[in-house]
């Protein structure tokens, strides 16, 4: 199956970078690309963009796509979590701006066999990076009620984690849930029937929380904006596309944090941590896409973009 996704807020996106014909860039989750190589058809043959990805498959894409850009763009398979030391071994020290799009990608969601999706009976894998060595399935079939319990509620949201994660402990006494097609049936039989009615599909949420955990994608999130902030040039910008309202959170939430990093208490007169500013929100309120893009996409419906830009 060929590597193929729908650039998100792809526009938008590239917009608010304010690309620099001779800048460095940064494409945390590369993808299939097409940000990418929207960025690098404004860059002049000065310009330079590093793409990281985890998944293989994503790279080899990549790869494709963009070798007609030659030598100013640089592919890595690893997490962007290890950005710095990535821009290290390329001996860059900052760089004009970093982007990601944490969604999931289509060839990712529609390879059933890669675990992602909740309509097709597969392995119940779910990583992103194939090198991990824990799946979706030992996470069932691994962790206690009570974790998995907490999972389902932290990560999915999911009202009835209680009952899912009650019937998977039952079940697992039995013989190990080894396909999607397996728990997806678990699920159906956990939540009340008139909550099935009510639309949409009833393992969302689980599988949800199954993926993010395994990658461990908001962990990696929050421990990273900081540090890919401190990566920009003054002006610099970092601009995210998030999916669901964890991710969302965890990047305004830290977006305040380098702008308004006091942590004096409100009655004081002066600040006396002498905490510093690292710059500006530049998306009070997020980009949201456009009608276009929803009709023509049904799965950027949930997008948003915000964008931090570095001070000098």
């Known amino acids: 199956m060929t590597f193929e996704h729908t650039s998100v807020l792809l526009n938008e996106t590239v917009d608010s970078l304010l690309v620099k014909p001779d800048g460095t860039y940064v494409d945390g989750t590369l993808g299939g690309g097409g940000h990418a190589e929207a960025v690098l058809t404004r860059l002049s043959g000065k310009g330079r963009l590093i793409g990281i990805d985890q998944d293989e498959d994503a ?17 890595v398979r690893s997490n962007y979590c290890r950005i710095r030391e990535i821009l290290s071994e390329l001996c ?12 999931v990608s289509s060839y990712q ?15 119940l ?6 090198r991990n060595p824990r799946t979706a399935a030992d996470l069932v079939n691994g962790l206690d009620e009570s974790g998995l319990c907490r999972i389902l509620r932290e990560y999915g949201e999911e009202r009835f984690a209680k009952n ?9 006494e039995k013989k190990p849930i080894e396909t999607t097609g397996e728990l997806v ?3 159906r039989a956990s939540i009340p029937a008139k909550m099935l009615a009510k639309g949409g599909h009833p393992a969302k949420r ?14 990696v999130l929050n421990e990273s904006i900081d540090t890919m902030i401190n990566l920009l040039k003054p002006g610099g910008r970092l601009s995210i596309i998030t ?15 380098n702008e308004k990093p006091c942590i004096c208490p409100p009655d004081f007169p002066v600040c006396v941590c002498g905490r510093q500013s690292k710059g500006r929100i530049i998306t009070r309120k997020p980009v949201l896409p456009g009608d276009k893009e929803l009709e023509d996409n049904k799965r950027s419906k949930s997008s948003k973009l915000r964008v931090f830009e570095r001070g000098s």
Do not use: C, W
């Not at 790279?59 to 592919?75: D, M, N, Q, W, Y």
């Not at 689980?206 to 962990?219: D, M």
């Open 59 to 75: 790279v080899r894409a990549a790869g494709e796509r963009l070798k007609p850009f030659g030598e100013r763009v640089v592919i």
């Open 109 to 123: 969601l529609d390879t059933a066999d890669r675990g992602f999706t909740y309509r097709a009976d597969a392995p």
């Open 243 to 257: 999916f669901h309202s964890l991710e969302d959170r965890i990047v305004k939430t830290r977006f305040k944090v």
């Open 206 to 219: 689980t599988f949800q929380a199954l993926r993010i955990e395994v990658n461990r994608e908001l962990e």
């Open 185 to 187: 049936e678990l699920i």
């Open 125 to 130: 894998d779910m990583r992103m990076d194939q």
């Open 92 to 103: 860059i020290e900052q760089v004009d701006g970093i982007y990601l799009d944490l969604g």
């Open 164 to 172: 899912i994660a009650r019937a998977i402990v039952r079940e697992r």
